[in-house]
């Protein structure tokens, strides 16, 4: 039984010291930036607002990314839907041109509204703005879109 115990203790032990010597974010790169996407996953709204786009072209959800600073086109993706209604999804797409500071953390921000949405791009840590904010009308994806999505890519800077 104290083996056991002993064992236990030991495991836990080792287990949560190794989860606390973890970094929770990563140190920016010099002359980078860093950029998070907005998720909302919990309750019956799922929200998703992310880059579409990396090395000019589309891609879906990525985990926080660091880019090298200075001024960017970026192409954002905004899905809301409900998660016990089918075919609720309704997708809308902005454009935006912002010059993004070394060594800051950004984030993508929305407001919903019916069936509009506001996006912009903000600091992590003070919350300020640093971009327009762009409303479009939030509408059932197109069934084929690949093409146009891959243009709008190959327009922007990432």
Same mark, same amino acid.
Request: net charge positive.
């Given at each position: ?13 080792f287990?949560?010291?190794g989860c ?6 990563a #140190?920016i ?9 907005f998720?909302? *996953?919990k309750?019956r ?7 579409m786009?990396?090395?000019n072209?589309p891609?879906?959800?990525? #985990?926080?990314?660091?880019?090298i600073?200075?001024e960017h086109k ?7 839907f ?15 041109k912002v010059n ?6 950004y984030?993508l ?10 996006i912009?791009? #903000?600091e992590? *840590? ?12 939030l ?6 879109e690949?093409?146009?999505?891959? #243009? ?6 990432i």
């Open positions: 039984m104290k083996k056991l115990t002993l064992i236990l203790t030991g495991f836990f032990s287990i949560l010291s606390s010597l973890l970094p929770i974010k #140190q790169k010099e002359e980078h930036f860093r950029f998070e996407n998720k909302r *996953d309750g709204q799922l929200e998703y607002v992310h880059l786009c990396f090395k072209k891609i879906t959800w990525t #985990q926080p990314k660091q880019y600073a200075g970026l192409w954002v993706k905004a899905r809301v409900r998660r016990d209604i089918p075919n609720s999804k309704r997708e809308a797409f902005a454009h935006f993004f500071e070394a060594g800051k953390s984030m921000n929305r407001k919903i509204d019916e069936d509009n949405i506001s912009w791009i #903000q992590v *840590d003070t919350g300020i703005g640093v971009s327009d904010i762009v409303v479009v009308d509408k059932t994806p197109l069934i084929e690949y093409n146009l999505r891959k #243009q709008q890519c190959e327009s922007g800077t």
